[in-house]
């Protein structure tokens, strides 16, 4: 009978989820999209959050990691973990080059995202809510959430890096579209509100970068957080304990 680490999924989820890891080490230095490599110079635009926001990916690392082991070793068979695999494994091999990506091509790059973010929202929203929540859906809302976020941010810089739009307009216009989706996810679900206080994670970072210097933008970010809030809120009270 074929032993659990010989079945191929958990094992590439487990082989995906330490290369995605470990690929920060590849690129110590990416600080965000470099402001030379767009026509309109912006140092700090306005859709991206505080730099202490993006320490959660230290969590989200460890968090799938544990994720992969455990679900290696003990649920290699189950079928509802396995119904998760295929999409995690896509959006996981895509974050592994993301890093090596985004130093050179912010276009490629903000693709790449939202491959990541595509795959990440099709595994959360096949996760079931019991068993194993801690293990199983509370690691792919994080990592979803905060992709949700990441790619509103990516895609914003974009729009304002190559003079689509200013950089407040950009904002204003990320920031809805990452609260329409993430409100939309978030209800779809009816569980897992460590989705939705993710991305609150986000917004309020973004509050706290832009400040008295963009009211428009911090406004809108505090709104945002309200509204995910009642979302996070609704579905935590309807939630199965």
């Known amino acids: 009978m074929t032993g659990p680490a010989l079945r191929p999924k958990p094992v590439l989820v487990l082989l995906m989820a330490l290369a995605f890891g470990l690929s920060p080490l590849l690129t110590p230095d990416f600080r965000g999209y470099d402001a030379t490599q767009f026509p309109v110079r912006l140092d700090a635009p306005a859709i991206l959050p505080a730099g202490y926001a993006f320490g959660i990916w230290g969590l989200i690392y460890l968090w799938l990691v544990l994720h992969a082991g455990f679900g290696l070793w003990r649920r290699a068979d189950d079928p509802t973990w396995d119904g998760v695999r295929a999409p995690l494994i896509l959006s996981l091999a895509v974050g592994a080059v993301w890093l090596y990506v985004a130093v ?138």
Request: proline content about 5%; charged content about 10%.
């Open 104 to 241: 050179r091509d912010p276009v490629w790059a903000s693709v790449l995202i939202a491959v990541m973010l595509a795959g990440a929202l099709v595994a959360l929203l096949r996760a079931p809510g019991v068993p194993d929540r801690w293990l199983l859906l509370a690691p792919l809302a994080v990592y979803a959430g905060w992709l949700s976020a990441a790619t509103g941010v990516s895609l914003g810089v974009l729009l304002a890096g190559f003079g689509w739009l200013p950089d407040t307009g950009a904002a204003v216009v990320l920031l809805v579209s990452v609260l329409v989706l993430a409100v939309s996810v978030q209800l779809r679900l009816g569980r897992a509100p460590e989705y939705g206080l993710t991305v609150v994670w986000a917004l309020v970072a973004v509050c706290v970068r832009n400040g008295a210097e963009n009211l428009a933008v911090t406004a809108l970010a505090a709104a945002g957080c309200a509204v995910m809030l009642a979302a996070a809120w609704r579905v935590r009270q309807g939630r199965s304990p």
